[in-house]
């Protein structure tokens, strides 16, 4: 399977715990994107990279998160303290940088991370 | 901030019925992408319309984006139970390098 994969897809753990998740983007993607949803929403971008660079980061993104991508190749998000309200699913996407035409290119999301934080 | 507005947020209709489900902004985007989710499943693209007046049509699912690229619409003809599921926009803005999705239409097709 050549698609975005992340780890893991299921994670359960109580207030104030630390979770890191895995995403693996399509290889020859140079682009690498976070968003989180929750129930009855649709994804709201997080961050995201291009190489192994980290361009942007949303204001929601709080200072308890942290998102890194090595080498431009995988990425992790890692949540310190997690809270109630961080319960969500954690969506990785990546793509190739814009056309020639400067638009964003297909997103590809892997399957997601639900994280319940009890 | 960029909003994208869908309606109706819910939808629930009989196989074979016809269905228009709506994208709307008050902002202009570059590109306007539709996608389609699965429970537990990350969003799959189904389309990419970039320019005012432009119409896709992808077997039963025809795409419009607004002529000034604030809206877009999805018409599905003859719905099927294969259809079912959640029907996001998402709009690429100036720098275009990150999406703003709408909230999606939950489409349910009943046999």
């Known amino acids: 399977d050549t698609g975005v994969s992340q780890d893991p897809r299921h994670k359960i753990t109580k207030r104030g715990q630390n979770v890191t998740f895995r995403c693996d983007p399509i290889?020859?993607?140079?682009?690498l994107y976070w968003y989180r949803q929750t129930l009855g929403q649709g994804p709201e971008f997080l961050t995201y990279?291009?190489?192994?660079?980290?361009?942007?980061k949303s204001r929601l993104l709080s200072d308890r998160f942290s998102a890194e991508r090595p080498k431009g190749s995988f990425s992790t998000l890692e949540i310190q303290r997690t809270e109630q309200g961080d319960s969500a699913m954690y969506l990785c996407?990546?793509?190739?940088?814009?056309?020639?035409?400067?638009?964003?290119?297909?997103?590809?999301f892997g399957e997601g991370s639900r994280l319940t934080v009890l | 901030t960029q909003l994208l507005e869908q309606s109706p947020q819910f939808l629930s209709i009989q196989e074979g019925e016809n269905l228009t489900v709506y994208c709307n902004s008050s902002?202009?985007?570059?590109?306007l992408q539709w996608y389609r989710q699965e429970p537990g499943e990350g969003p799959v693209l189904l389309v990419t319309?970039?320019?005012?007046?432009e119409v896709k049509k992808l077997k039963r699912l025809t795409f419009q984006f607004g002529d000034a690229r604030k809206d877009s619409s999805l018409h599905i003809t003859a719905a099927q139970p294969g259809d079912t599921g959640l029907y996001l926009c998402?709009?690429?803005?100036?720098?275009?390098?990150?999406?703003?999705f709408g909230k999606g239409t939950l489409l349910t097709v009943n046999p």
């Open positions: 996407a990546s793509s190739f940088g814009p056309s020639a035409g400067g638009l964003t290119g297909e997103l590809f």
């Open positions: 290889s020859e993607h140079n682009r």
């Open positions: 990279f291009q190489n192994e660079a980290q361009l942007e």
């Open positions: 902002s202009v985007f570059s590109s």
């Open positions: 319309v970039v320019t005012g007046g």
């Open positions: 998402a709009g690429g803005g100036g720098s275009n390098y990150k999406l703003t």
